[in-house]
């Protein structure tokens, strides 16, 4: 489901797409950043989500890494990188507290890969998003 807000009728706040086949994440997630002045577009899949982005060059986008597919994220971060190459994207995912499988996007060679600017372990406090959120923003 695309939607867009409009927090406090700012019409320079950042706009941000936050892509999770879980709804309750997504919902939490968009609520707190429409509460801390951002514009936010939501979508539920990754099929959703390059839609939206075909319409939408939004100021950063955050991603689940597994939703229909079990890389929808890179898939979805790779084809963000390749329409809007300045759009910083941050991937969030469980799969290492579910599988043990670890992998990071600390360094250039990471980067290179996987295409996000920053990979978040699920569970994650907004706080925490917040914060990187706003270090990409300001490194764009």
């Known amino acids: 489901m ?12 950042k706009t941000v797409l936050i892509v999770d086949d879980d709804i309750d994440f997504l919902a939490q997630q968009k609520l707190q950043l429409e509460a801390a002045g951002f514009k936010v577009v939501s979508a539920e899949s990754q099929t959703q ?14 991603l689940d890494l597994m939703m229909e597919h079990c890389d929808g994220g890179f898939a979805l971060c790779y084809k963000i990188k390749k329409m809007y190459p300045d759009v910083p994207v941050i991937i969030v ?3 290492t507290s579910e599988t043990s499988l670890s992998f990071d996007a ?35």
């Not at 695309?2 to 700012?10: F, G």
């Not at 060679?109 to 920053?118: G, L, M, Q, T, Y």
């Not at 990979?119 to 917040?130: C, D, G, S, T, V």
Request: no cysteine; aromatic share 4%; charged share 35%.
């Open 2 to 13: 695309n939607e867009k807000a409009t927090t406090d009728n700012n019409a320079n706040a």
């Open 93 to 95: 995912t469980g799969v």
């Open 106 to 140: 600390a360094t250039a060679e990471e980067r290179s890969w996987v295409k996000a600017d920053a990979l978040l372990p699920k569970p994650i406090r907004f706080e925490q998003l917040k914060r990187e959120i706003d270090r990409l923003l300001e490194e764009a």
């Open 49 to 62: 989500a390059q839609k939206v982005i075909e319409d939408l060059h939004p100021d950063i986008a955050v």
